[in-house]
């Protein structure tokens, strides 16, 4: 996952435990009950408890539409959060009836639904995701109420939409966005004296609606989501991030370099391509044995001439940094270079059509001033190549008569 285009998140490591007597469905409210070391899961209407090894009980029909629970540890008393009537409710949790009934009112604004709840342990202070109906946002409004009153007091807009929020033993908040956020399924840190967010890793699991809550127990925080009830390890890692092991990819039409990890395909973080020329995208990529990166960049199709290769707009070689995506110009090419490869330190290239024959080529590149040198003539057409390192051949990939084909030039 990417944040604002750049930042790599992380999955999160979590462990998935499976209903037992019963099935996890949409967690509309969730939290922990420490008094008895278990969970308490509502779907709206109906109130269970679940525990660590996913054991479900039943426990009542509230009649209340439940959109939050949190409990204040210090007075051992369950809040529960009406979704659609901005009412904050006492629950007794052992069978689910309720004591009284608190209308929340936030002066000087409106809102619409009480989204989340959580109880700060150290200092007994409920926090809540408010639905403000003046906003022009739909994400929600963290604040707090003081539950004899019903006075709730804003602190801020959160940047994305957090669905669920809860507190660990040392009064850090956390919360995890909802599937319809900028960034849905997610693991956040919430700061709650300013609202300010921070992505720790991203969950991903789940279907509609989210729940966390934090087990004071053994220190850990578990996530509900749809079907899914799972313990939150901690942040996880992608297998290319463990071995060091990088794939780099470009794009025909847009200028940037792309980071992906060779084992999942996840796009890992991305960098655009700097260049003292104006470019479209780039169209061929290759490390050589020294680690340097050379890159074919596709020029602007506007710009003034084009290289004699049919037309096509200009290409250059250059070497790229991938973190930075800058670029050191070697030179113009003078074929239409669709990828390229190293082999025994000699940089070798495909062409889309040559400029003579308009057919496809393979060639050499000088990595000294990107002369070209031309040494057998190829099939099909949008040609890519790669080397094999175990039997040292180079293969080369080709569209040809709308197939996709793959050959190997021993060389």
């Not at 956040?188 to 609606?209: E, Q, R, V, Y």
């Not at 991030?241 to 395909?265: N, W, Y």
Request: charged share 15%; hydrophobic share 35%.
């Amino acid at each position: 996952m990417r944040f604002d285009g750049q930042t790599v998140n992380l999955p999160c490591d979590t462990t998935t435990i499976p209903a037992i007597n019963g099935f996890f469905n949409t967690p509309r409210a969730f939290t922990y009950w420490a008094a008895e070391d278990k969970f308490l899961d509502s779907d709206g209407f109906s109130l269970r408890s679940v525990e660590t090894d996913g054991t479900i009980t039943f426990i009542a029909n509230t009649g209340s539409f439940l959109q939050g629970l949190a409990f204040n540890l210090a007075e051992d008393t369950l809040y529960g959060a009406e979704r659609f009537s901005n009412n904050l409710l006492e629950i007794d949790p052992t069978d689910g009836s309720i004591d009284s009934t608190t209308a929340v009112t936030l002066p000087s604004s409106s809102f619409n639904g009480i989204h989340a709840i959580a109880t700060d342990p150290n200092t007994g202070t409920l926090y809540a995701l408010l639905i403000q109906v003046d906003s022009l946002s739909s994400n929600p409004t963290l604040a707090t109420i003081v539950p004899g009153t019903g006075i709730a007091t804003k602190i801020a807009l959160l940047t994305d939409n957090i669905g669920s929020i809860s507190f660990n033993s040392a009064g850090e908040l956390f919360g995890v966005t909802s599937d319809g956020a900028g960034n849905g399924e997610v693991y956040w840190s919430i700061d709650k004296t300013t609202g300010a967010i921070n992505p720790i890793c991203g969950l991903g699991n789940g279907s509609s609606a989210e729940g966390i809550a934090y087990n004071s127990d053994d220190g850990a925080f578990y996530h509900r989501s749809g079907s899914i009830f799972e313990k939150i390890n901690g942040v996880g890692s992608f297998p290319g991030l463990e071995s060091g092991l990088f794939l780099f990819s470009v794009d025909r039409f847009i200028p940037v370099i792309f980071r992906i990890d060779p084992f999942t395909a996840q796009t890992l973080d991305l960098s655009f391509i700097n260049s003292e020329f104006p470019i479209d995208g780039a169209s061929g990529l290759a490390d050589n044995p020294g680690n340097t990166l050379y890159v074919v960049l596709v020029l602007d199709e506007d710009r003034e001439g084009d290289n004699g290769n049919g037309g096509g707009p200009e290409r250059r070689l250059a070497i790229i940094n991938p973190s930075t995506g800058d670029t050191t110009d070697i030179g113009e090419l003078s074929e239409e270079i669709t990828g390229l490869a190293f082999k025994d330190g000699t940089l070798f290239g495909v062409t889309g059509r040559d400029q003579f024959t308009q057919e496809p080529t393979l060639v050499t590149i000088s990595t000294f001033d990107a002369t070209v040198t031309t040494l057998c003539q190829l099939d099909g057409s949008r040609n890519s190549i790669a080397l094999n390192p175990t039997d040292g051949f180079l293969y080369y990939s080709s569209n040809f008569n709308g197939i996709r084909q793959t050959h190997s030039r021993p060389l």
